[in-house]
């Protein structure tokens, strides 16, 4: 008889167990949620890109590195007053490694190594520490995410042409969107994906993309979609912003890693 009663109550305990998407989430996830996110510190982004969010009213995450070996290259790649700039004008600065290295092609403390050193750059031109992180080249790695989490950052982004659902996608495995005009997307059409729990990431290059064509967005493309958004009530929000819905130490203790559809 006690052993039938201990497995009843086992039951009806796991029955009334709260659901684990809900532990992950601070609060429901709203329709019509999308981050945006500029990749590779390109000038464009100081000089049109964050104009143009200004104007619409949105916020952003600009991932940036110094990107070799055209870094020094001022037509090319911002200056890092110019990124403290975009701070101070209230979007997020974050890391995309300092030589914008790709993290499976590095040990930990090389990968440790690199988030350091753009922990460094920010410190020196008096903007915290980063708290998100995007892939390069959208590779990802296991060994990554234990750094990561070491380093107390909150989100990382990759790729994958998918929404994000944080009560089963990892925090540091965020799949995104591309808007280059070489991957032939309907942006448009993407963003209405946001809903029924679901976010829509966007990961954006140069507006335009003087150092890396293959990956440009012309400025007046890029625009058009903010405006679309802007009208159709969409919120846009930076990476970091996620932690208002999500409870990040909640996510990597119970989500599991999955590498599929990343890239």
Same mark, same amino acid.
């Given at each position: ?37 500029? @990749? ?5 982004? +100081? &000089?049109?890109?964050? #104009? ?7 916020? /952003? ?14 037509t090319k790649y911002m200056s890092w007053p110019q990124i403290a700039q ?29 988030? @350091? ?5 920010? +410190? &020196?031109?008096?903007? #915290? ?7 390069? /080249?959208?590779?990802?790695?296991p060994t990554a995410l234990a750094v990561l989490q070491a380093q107390g ?111």
């Open positions: 008889m006690l052993r039938v009663f201990l497995m009843m109550f086992w039951l009806a305990w796991l029955g009334a167990a709260p659901d684990a998407g809900a532990q992950v989430l601070r609060q429901p996830i709203p329709d019509k949620l999308v981050v945006l996110t500029f @990749d590779d510190g390109v000038v464009s982004h +100081a &000089t049109t890109v964050a #104009p143009l969010l200004k104007k619409y009213g949105f916020g /952003g995450t600009f991932f940036v590195c110094e990107f070799p070996p055209d870094f020094a290259d001022k975009l701070h101070q004008a209230g979007f997020e600065v974050a890391s995309h490694t300092l030589t914008h290295r790709h993290v499976n092609k590095m040990t930990a403390a090389q990968f440790q190594a690199e988030l @350091d050193s753009i922990a460094l750059r920010c +410190a &020196t031109y008096g903007l #915290p520490k980063p708290v998100t992180f995007a892939y390069p /080249g959208y590779d990802t790695h950052y909150q989100f990382a982004r990759a790729g994958g042409r998918r929404t994000y659902d944080p009560t089963t996608d990892h925090p540091y495995l965020i799949p995104s969107f591309s808007t280059a005009i070489a991957d032939k997307l309907d942006i448009k059409k993407i963003v209405q994906q946001a809903r029924g729990g679901k976010i829509v990431v966007l990961t954006v290059h140069g507006v335009p993309d003087n150092a890396h064509e293959w990956v440009t967005t012309p400025p007046a493309l890029l625009e058009e979609y903010l405006k679309y958004l802007r009208d159709n009530h969409y919120q846009v929000i930076a990476l970091r912003d996620l932690s208002r819905y999500i409870n990040v130490p909640e996510a990597l203790r119970t989500i599991q890693p999955k590498y599929d559809q990343l890239k």
